[in-house]
């Protein structure tokens, strides 16, 4: 004998299906930085000028409460208070707004392409000539990342442009490396 789904049942199980797609929502579209700040995923396919989030996060809030108004500042500006030294954002933002802030547009690197697409690690060459030249970068680090015993691994193991950077060495080892 077949029983039939009442209607409260049914109610529930809609209900509960409507709640987790509501949860998958919020989590694909919603980035949490190290200090536990949720920021806004990009939502719009816009070069911004430096300073104005809106163009890629929309209404969404993205700067931490009493953060000055950044609409109309170039992105270098953020550097004068965000330095290495004293507030360095360096893990703490998506490396998409560093390169923005170093006067670096979607374009330069995606050209018309859908900036959502990572890039290959020979785009990245591009700019940043080679894997000895970035190596470079970071010859201070008790152990170079840029070094690995892998040889030379793809830029996107480690570092995403519109979400937190991973440390692909932390698979097996234990460092402390700020990824940008």
Known sequence: MQQKWSTAKCLSVLGLCL???I?????????VNPSGQVFAAPKLLKVSDNGDCAACHG???????????TKSLPGK????????KEQNLRGKV?????HLWNGISCRDCHGEADPRKA?????????HKSYQEV????????????KSHF???????????????KLYCNTCHDFDFKVP
Do not use: W
């Open 19 to 21: 709640l987790f797609m």
């Open 23 to 31: 949860v998958v929502n919020v989590y694909l579209t919603t980035r």
């Open 59 to 69: 209404g969404d809030r993205v700067l931490p409460d009493g953060h000055d108004e």
């Open 77 to 84: 500006t953020c550097k004068a208070c965000h330095n290495p």
């Open 94 to 98: 998506p490396l998409s707004h560093l």
């Open 119 to 127: 890039l290959t690690t020979a785009q990245c060459l591009s700019c």
């Open 135 to 146: 190596a470079k970068l970071t010859k201070d680090l008790a152990t170079n990342p840029h």
């Open 151 to 165: 040889g030379n691994i793809d830029c996107g193991q480690c570092h995403k442009a519109h979400q937190k950077s």
